[in-house]
């Protein structure tokens, strides 16, 4: 786990425990960093660039299960 988190943020914030719960059902590591904001690793990713991308999957796979949220990684 020695790459730097990524930071996703949520414009729905009650669903903010739900992201973060379903990261670390996945494996990812995340925590709470803000009211619409959390911080999450893929320590199984090769390198930044791979965790970008799978966590954007898992990302959208997760706004579709909770009907238009919306939620990106930050850059």
Same mark, same amino acid.
């Given at each position: 786990m020695g790459r730097r988190p990524l930071t996703v943020l949520v414009d729905r914030p009650e669903l903010l425990e739900d992201l973060i719960l379903s990261f670390r059902r996945g494996g990812c590591p995340a925590r709470r960093t803000?009211?619409?904001s959390c911080s999450v690793e893929? =320590?199984?990713?090769?390198?930044e660039r791979e965790a970008?991308?799978?966590l954007a999957f898992f990302v959208r796979a997760w706004r579709a299960r909770h009907g238009g949220v919306r =939620?990106?990684?930050a850059p």
């Open positions: 803000g009211p619409r893929h =320590a199984s990713a090769v390198d970008r991308i799978e =939620a990106l990684l």
